[in-house]
């Protein structure tokens, strides 16, 4: 079974341009997370999606955007960059995703798109 | 609310010798607690999970965790390291729709 993809692995942009990152999660999964990591803040959530919608929400301004599609794969988008948002972003995807109350909820991670502003 | 403290940033220890990383948490209602390594420039792997089942929990590579819910605590241990172990870890309380990691701990492991 291949595991969550993210494209593109590599990305540098400069402060005012915007930018997209994909995932596409494992085949069945329906839940995709987002993750910032940088070193001075480790990892942060950003959103997570199930079956199209944003389910939960981290403390990340609007520039940041994301969606999901009838396949389950997801797109994040970031507006307006600027120099802190340079980090690591990771993807994980999920069966049920975050769930409820007492629910496991076993993140597969890909292996992140390395985003660099000028 | 709930929180994740990993007790150390930075972990050293010689090969073959015991390995034990910490981890604290708060949560308002039963978690799921996981680990997760996170080898230089990969994504994250989970090692182990603990979802209300046994105390104990065996992961991969050798590694294990005990729930000790009276000290809310989650501490990783494995009975001997290898070099290939040296990563990052981090220790995550999931409940209520939502993930929170620790800041990670950093292991190195001399030959």
């Known amino acids: 079974k291949a595991g969550v993809t993210q494209t593109p692995r590599y990305l540098i942009k400069t402060r005012g341009q915007q930018v997209t990152l994909s995932c596409s999660p494992i085949?069945?999964?329906?839940?995709v997370s987002w993750y910032q990591q940088t070193p001075g803040q480790g990892l942060q959530f950003l959103f997570e999606?199930?079956?199209?919608?944003?389910?939960n929400k981290g403390n990340f301004p609007g520039r940041f955007s994301g969606r999901q599609f009838s396949n389950s794969r997801s797109e994040m988008n970031v507006s307006t960059l600027e120099l802190g948002d340079s980090a690591l972003y990771l993807c994980?995807?999920?069966?049920?995703?975050?769930?409820?109350?007492?629910?496991?909820?076993?993140?597969?991670f890909g292996p992140g798109t390395r985003l660099t502003v000028l | 609310a709930q929180s994740v403290t990993q007790l150390d940033s930075h972990v050293s220890v010689s090969e073959g010798t015991p390995v034990l990383l910490r981890c604290n948490y708060s949560s308002s209602y039963s978690p799921s607690l996981f680990w997760y390594v996170q080898h230089p420039n990969k994504g994250l792997q989970l090692l182990l999970k603990y979802t209300s089942a046994a105390t104990l929990v065996k992961g991969i590579n050798g590694f294990e965790a005990e729930f000790k819910k009276s000290e809310t605590s989650f501490h990783l241990t494995k009975p001997s390291a290898h070099m290939s172990d040296a990563a990052e870890y981090f220790c995550v309380v999931s409940n209520a729709g939502k993930s929170t990691f620790g800041d990670g701990t950093t292991l190195t492991v001399k030959p």
């Open positions: 994980a995807s999920s069966l049920s995703g975050q769930g409820g109350y007492g629910a496991y909820n076993e993140q597969f």
């Open positions: 999606y199930f079956s199209e919608t944003q389910r």
């Open positions: 085949s069945g999964h329906r839940s």
